[in-house]
């Protein structure tokens, strides 16, 4: 899937991604350490995953000096569980994409310590929805990144026909479609409010299940 969101990342803003692939580099190696780091798992033993989110979201954006839509498009390659993506193309075949990523003694650190039950509803098993963060991330950076018209939803489905199409995935993922509009709201929130942050907006799951449960 992401590396449909390099392309659409590359064809939409040109000067973000592709002139600075060294810079967007040095961001995902800090944040795949950071989330490596025995700090952070002895943050991962005191909080839940919700906050470890706003822990991860936090070290970018001060990495990147307050750069949030830098920061956005680190944390969508950090946090992606994969360093490539197998791609069944049509009249080709299978086809490995390298990602940007860490180091693979990092990468399989920042794995094993990656929030992965963010919802009420998360898989209770040892992947979870590890594949959530960087769906968010992206779709924030997207809407974010976004000034004249509402890209958010657009791109967030877009990819998912796209995953369908090409044999990444079998079928439309729903709840990777309800993590993008999450991710599509936060980036929204965050032009007028920088305060905000990934807990605010994804525990609305939570609370709008429970709503409609009463």
């Known amino acids: 899937m992401f590396r449909h969101f390099t392309l ?98 990092i990468f399989k ?11 009420f509803d998360s898989p209770q098993n040892e992947y979870g929805d590890m594949d959530k963060p960087a769906h968010f991330f992206g779709s924030a950076f997207i809407s974010y990144s976004s000034h004249f018209f509402d890209l958010g939803d657009l791109i967030g489905y877009f990819v998912e026909v796209f995953e369908e199409s090409f044999k990444v995935q079998s079928k439309i993922d729903m709840r990777d479609l309800l993590t993008n509009k999450f991710g599509n709201i936060f980036g929204e929130s965050l032009k007028t409010n920088k305060s905000v942050l990934p807990s605010h907006v994804l525990i609305l799951q939570t609370l709008f299940y429970f709503r409609y449960q009463l």
């Open 8 to 105: 659409l990342f590359c064809f939409l803003f040109p000067g973000t991604l592709c002139p600075q692939q060294s810079k967007l580099s040095e961001g995902v190696n800090f944040i795949s350490s950071y989330i490596a780091s025995p700090r952070f798992n002895e943050i991962k033993n005191e909080v839940d995953d919700l906050f470890l989110m706003d822990s991860i979201f936090t070290a970018a954006v001060n990495f990147y000096q307050d750069d949030i839509a830098e920061a956005l498009l680190a944390l969508t390659f950090s946090t992606v569980p994969y360093n490539q993506v197998p791609l069944k193309v049509p009249l080709i075949g299978a086809v490995n994409y390298p990602l940007i990523s860490a180091n693979d003694s």
């Open 109 to 119: 650190l920042k794995n094993i310590n990656m929030p992965r039950y963010l919802f």
